[in-house]
């Protein structure tokens, strides 16, 4: 009886040292950045209505350094479109060039992400431009929607 006490108090003890709200792990990771490629006139989809080959590679070039970031098809599960991941982890200005593979640009992407440290750790994105390229920001899903005229 006397070492299940023992076990009882010594498993009590670090549940409640685990219980210190302290030691509560408060990191959100920066957000992925989601683009649609859209028929400037019709408003379609251009992967979705075929003017676009969906298994087209679509490469991500640092400006900076002309290293390629990403390489990758859209994703036709979440409505053809293309993900950025891993901005902001750090403090960091970065342009980058997203094109098709051996082929046109379709935009420029610049940002400035700041990684905030405190209590809880985050990142705030002091501008996100898109340049060479019109585009709306659907503001309830997040996704960049990138104008694009297909008639010159």
Not at 83 to 111: C, H, M, P, R
Not at 117 to 128: D, E, H, I, L, P
Request: glycine share 6%; charged share 20%; proline share 1%.
């Amino acid at each position: 009886m006397t070492k299940l006490f023992k076990l009882f108090s010594l498993f009590l003890f670090f549940a409640i040292l685990g219980c210190s709200s302290d030691h509560v792990d408060c990191t959100t990771p920066p957000e992925h950045f989601v683009f649609q490629f859209i028929d400037k006139d019709s408003g379609e989809n251009l992967f979705s209505n075929g003017t676009f080959d969906a298994k087209q590679q679509i490469i991500v070039i640092s400006l900076k350094d002309a290293r390629i970031i990403q390489l990758s098809t859209v994703n036709t599960e979440k409505g053809y479109t293309l993900s950025i991941g891993d901005i902001g982890w750090i403090n960091e200005k970065v342009s980058y060039e997203i094109a098709f593979y051996q082929g046109k640009t379709i935009f420029s992407l610049n940002f400035d992400a700041e990684r905030v440290s405190g209590k809880c750790n985050y990142t705030k994105y002091n501008s996100v431009q898109i340049i060479n390229a019109d585009f709306e920001l659907d503001k309830k899903t997040g996704i960049y929607k990138i104008l694009i005229n297909t008639k010159k």
